[in-house]
Antibody, heavy 122, light 112 residues
Framework: EVQLVESGGGLVQPGGSLRLSCAAS????????MSWVRQAPGKGLEWVSY????????YYADSVKGRFTISRDNAKDSLYLQMNSLRAEDTAVYYC???????????????WGQGTLVTVSS | DFVMTQSPDSLAVSLGERATINCKSS????????????LAWYQQKPGQPPKLLIY???TRESGVPDRFGGSGSGTDFTLTISSLQAEDVAVYYC????????FGPGTKVDIK
């Protein structure tokens, strides 16, 4: 069974940093691209970042480019999101999502974690 | 950038009746080389993550009931729930993955 478990969320002040983690199990982690998708309270879904599986291409949404860094450790079956210079508008539930394949492009997301809440507030 | 819109914002349908949700992309998501539309549909129930229902505009994900159907091509797409069940109450999102992925704003489905 595919499982994705996020951690690392919490309350942080504007301008601060946070590192999210996603522990994967139940599939060959290194063979799949992975994304972070966020959802502000009561709002819709926003794709944040992607890292390829077989080919480690990396993409970011314009809203986080230069502030967030995605990475993965295939030996640990883990995905990460380093978030710096956080703003109030980054407040959201952050989901880890598995891409449908390991190609060097973002496709649709066939498995999602339960999410971790990041709150940016003073 | 691909801007996705959905209509209606919300709808209430009687149990057993049909629910229809529309999704429109600002640019075509059809790729002629493989004859595929890069469009997916998700269902999100309160307090839960999104769940994949449909990909390539009309391919049902494994385990998804056949009352869910996707159709359309190019810029205009439809998700149809042929016979609404109580467990279908949720918000439904479309997503294009032709370019940088983007989601529609969502359509909330309730029981009338």
């Amino acid at each position: 069974e595919v499982q994705l478990v996020e951690s690392g969320g919490g309350l942080v002040q504007p301008g601060g940093s946070l590192r999210l983690s996603c522990a994967a199990s139940g599939f060959s982690f290194g063979s799949y691209g992975m994304s972070w998708v966020r959802q502000a309270p009561g709002k819709g879904l926003e794709w944040v970042s992607y890292i390829g599986g077989i080919i480690s291409s990396i993409y970011y949404a314009d809203s986080v480019k230069g502030r967030f860094t995605i990475s993965r450790d295939n030996a640990k079956d883990s995905l990460y999101l380093q978030m710096n210079s956080l703003r109030a508008e980054d407040t959201a539930v952050y989901y880890c999502a598995r891409d449908s394949d390991g190609s060097a492009r973002v496709n649709y997301f066939d498995y999602w974690g339960q999410g971790t809440l990041v709150t940016v507030s003073s | 950038d691909f801007v996705m819109t959905q209509s209606p914002d919300s709808l209430a349908v009687s149990l057993g009746e049909r629910a229809t949700i529309n999704c429109k992309s600002s640019q075509s998501v059809f790729f002629g080389s493989n004859n595929k539309n890069y469009l997916a549909w998700y269902q999100q129930k309160p307090g839960q993550p999104p769940k994949l229902l449909i990909y390539w505009a009309s391919t049902r994900e494994s385990g998804v009931p056949d009352r869910f159907g996707g159709s359309g091509s190019g810029t205009d797409f439809t998700l149809t729930i042929s016979s609404l069940q109580a467990e279908d109450v949720a918000v439904y999102y479309c997503q294009q993955y032709y370019g940088t992925p983007s989601f529609g704003p969502g359509t909330k489905v309730d029981i009338k």
